[in-house]
């Protein structure tokens, strides 16, 4: 589900559509904080697409919390 990067860095490797299953990753993510409400982009507010620590690619996103 992840590619760890030379940074440490993980690249999420399901996509921009995998809605339940960043929203079951944040639930149990202990470094989750929600972005700016107007930088959400999923309808759940804790879900990988909507945290603080999510860096968009072209065709996913990279976690950069700890």
Known sequence: MWDIMVDKTRLFLLGRDADTVVAQIAN?????????????????????????????TQESFRCMAG
């Open 28 to 56: 149990e993510c202990s470094s989750f904080v929600a972005d700016d409400e107007d930088e959400w982009v999923a309808d759940e507010e804790c879900s990988c697409y909507n945290c603080r620590y999510r860096r968009w």
